[in-house]
């Protein structure tokens, strides 16, 4: 896997998104939003969680979305002011927990405990 080309097209992604991307007025990504994203999107690769998609969000922010083949779902919003919060979901089953920086670090130890395990046998 090559993390740097990753990177680069996430953050040409990012930086080229449009105000109005999604058609609903959205704003596009701040440079703050851009910034941390493509921070916590390399550190996740070289944990090897690679998620199942990562773009633009309705608030100036960006998410970055795992999915696991049993239906759960990890999603990390970085807010336009690179604030990160993560939901967990399962079912109808929803938990928001908002990230301090200090907290970062944990990103790949809670995909790989939410999203990967029993996932690769």
Do not use: H
């Not at 999603?75 to 993560?86: H, L, P, R, Y």
Request: a negative charge.
């Amino acid at each position: 896997m090559d993390i740097d080309k990753i990177v680069s097209e996430v953050s040409k992604r990012l930086e080229q998104t449009d105000v109005n991307w999604d058609g609903l007025g959205s704003p596009k990504p701040t440079k703050e939003c851009i910034e941390k994203s493509l921070k916590i999107v390399r550190n996740l690769l070289e944990s090897d969680c690679v998620p199942s998609s990562i773009g633009p969000s309705f608030s100036g922010g960006s998410t970055i979305i795992f999915k696991s083949r049993s239906g759960r779902e990890l999603v990390i919003e970085i807010g336009k002011d690179a604030s990160v919060s993560v939901l967990l979901v399962e079912g109808s089953n929803v938990v928001l927990d908002e990230l301090t920086d200090d907290r970062e670090g944990e990103l790949s130890d809670l995909v790989r405990s939410y999203i990967f395990t029993n996932e690769r046998s």
